[in-house]
DNA sequence: CTGAAAGCGCTTACAG
DNA sequence: CTGAAAGCGCTTACAG
């Protein structure tokens, strides 16, 4: 039984009636022939053609996701939250992977290469009459102008666009609450291994990192930020740099727990302890945080919170609900065994 | 511009010929007319509805993707071999979510109590016509009953089910190949630290792991056996007790890089270093092999190749083309510096 | 409360 | 080579 029409046959009655009681329409059908019809759909276990009801409809419940790269570890835990909302709410989602992060790394500007393949999943999503699009960004940056305009809702998450919606963590609110946690433990030379500065998201960082230290009356150093590409190879030469200065620092913020991670190994093999000797405070909890030795106190991100926000921010949209177009959800710290109380040591 | 229909008119033709140069039927219009359609085709920037011919042609060129857990490590590798092949001959993927690592871990027999939400999640699928179903499991195990019998293509991914197609890695040839590679740096005691007995994956890798011993005319012994639970904390445990034995392994070969690097740890607490004195091999080859210290070497599943595969397979079977029921795709040892000749040590 | 009819945007024999 | 017509499985005013 495959069709609203056999059901009809069946409970002798239209096709109109049967979907009327598909449909909850409770006021349009009595109750009798309504239990007679569901009944029938019980037994024939029948399922109404969704794809018919969508070209009638105009509206397929659908929201297409174009994730930059799924194997990234922001992604899964963005779509996780997604597909959350999508459950819900009776969406589905079709999905799309660039594989970017392969494909060019951290060399974003090779993103341009990519522009015809990233239209046609766009164009193939649009022909699938998708209610609305989802770009789920691999790292937070400026992703304006890898898609092109169209007329459905779209909406980033984990990367934003000019004058496009897009949600995503609060760098600075993260970076005063990490810089802070530092502060409280009684540390008073917090250095800062940064991420390159043509990122809006280490900008951000770094102004939280600011204001948490002006906030304390404590003095903002140049020499104790240094600026590394985000990878562990070059954590670990940060690392070593900081440690080999006449100024050692009693704490090191990274920007990321690779660069972290890279500066903790550095420590380590100068002979100085993690955390006894220099805390060390990551960000983005990564998996591995919790396998390293000293486990790593880390920054998680609200990744499920911001994909389930990105999909209801987006259905909203459809459904031409008022919306905010700049989402930015608080992170919180995790605290492990990487960062604790300053205690003097042999410098001064 | 947004209907077959309306390019015609302005191609002063029927719906019927535009339909046709849409879908290379070049033997049935002129190359004149199917110029000039395609001209207007590009002006107007006109996008077939593929939700009306799929309605028309009773096929969508969608795969239903159920995936146990997206954020489990193997997961989004998996889906990116299926998106590969999808993009590669015009499928998308459909994907449904069903994260059940974190409500129900490595508690198995739990996966009863969401019955009814894989049901619907596969109902919903159904009911979008995906022309087949990929069903992508967390952990490689025996997935018999988790989805009702349905008329449309389904396989299994990481997992299996009774009489049903799966993709998986060849857990035996892979641990054969662990345990060669030891026994080819010179070690002549190799403890295991095995997963549960109740899991086939597990029993197949000691299976390997046996044959690669006997191949040698090496003694398979007991005590150089112990079994774990897959965790980080219980690789510590077993790790310690192998240290502390009186005979004293010269590796060992844990069955997932988590059990591994918690013997690692263990090891190094002892104050023996890896791989000097103990060397020791993971499997799984997750990402944060390479910043752990030593960086350990590892198995490297096959997970793309599998998502790959599946696709294909699924789209050979909904093609009705002969396909082959149980695949099993070869691993890589991934050499990293956790393991390395055995020179003789202290003990005997 | 129920049904006949039109139509969503395509495709596909078929006739010419 | 081209077009008229029917139909995929639904929904929705509308008439009764």
Same mark, same amino acid.
């Given at each position: ?48 053609? %969704? ?40 969406? %589905? ?19 341009? %290469? ?64 990490a810089?802070?946690t530092?502060?409280?433990l ?71 727990d690779?660069?972290a991670i890279?500066?903790v ?9 993690v955390p006894?000797?220099?805390s060390v405070i990551g960000f983005d909890n990564r998996e591995f945080c919790q396998y390293t030795k000293p486990s790593l106190t880390t920054v998680q ?31 919180d710290l995790i605290a492990r065994d990487s960062a604790g ?8």
């Open positions: 039984m495959n069709t609203i029409k056999e059901i009809a046959a069946l409970a002798k009655v239209s096709p109109a009636t049967v979907s009327n009681v598909l449909n909850n329409r409770n006021d349009q059908v009595s109750s009798e022939t309504r239990e007679k019809i569901l009944e029938i759909i019980r037994e024939t276990n029948f399922k109404p053609n %969704r794809i018919a009801k969508s070209l009638r409809v105009n509206r397929t419940h659908t929201i297409g996701v174009i994730a930059e790269d799924i194997t990234v570890f922001n992604t899964p835990s963005i779509i996780n939250g997604i597909n959350a909302f999508s459950e819900q709410n009776n969406y %589905r989602i079709i999905l799309n992977d660039l594989g970017l992060n392969e494909k060019m790394g951290h060399n974003f500007s090779e993103i341009t %290469r990519f522009k015809k393949t990233i239209d046609g999943s766009l164009a193939a999503l649009l022909s699938f009459q998708v209610d609305g699009i989802i770009y789920v960004g691999l790292h937070p940056r400026d992703v304006t102008g890898v898609l092109p305009l169209v007329d459905k809702p779209v909406l980033y998450v984990g990367c934003y666009a000019e004058n496009q919606i897009s949600v995503n963590y609060d760098d600075k609110s993260a970076f005063y609450k810089t802070k530092l502060i409280d009684g540390h008073d030379r917090i250095a800062l291994i940064a991420g390159p500065s043509d990122s809006l998201a280490a900008e951000s960082r770094l102004a939280g990192y600011k204001a948490a230290l002006e906030n304390q009356d404590m003095l903002y150093r140049d020499e104790f930020v240094v600026t590394g590409d985000w990878g562990f190879e070059s954590g670990h030469k940060l690392g070593k740099l900081l440690v080999d200065s006449d100024k050692l620092p009693t704490a090191i913020l990274a920007m990321n690779l660069m890279g500066a190994n550095a420590i380590q093999a100068s002979g100085l302890k006894d000797d220099i991100l609200p990744l499920y919170e911001m994909g389930y926000m990105a999909a209801s921010t987006l259905i909203a949209l459809v459904d031409n609900e008022d919306i905010n177009r700049g989402i930015e959800l608080p992170c109380l300053h205690h003097d040591y042999k410098y001064n």
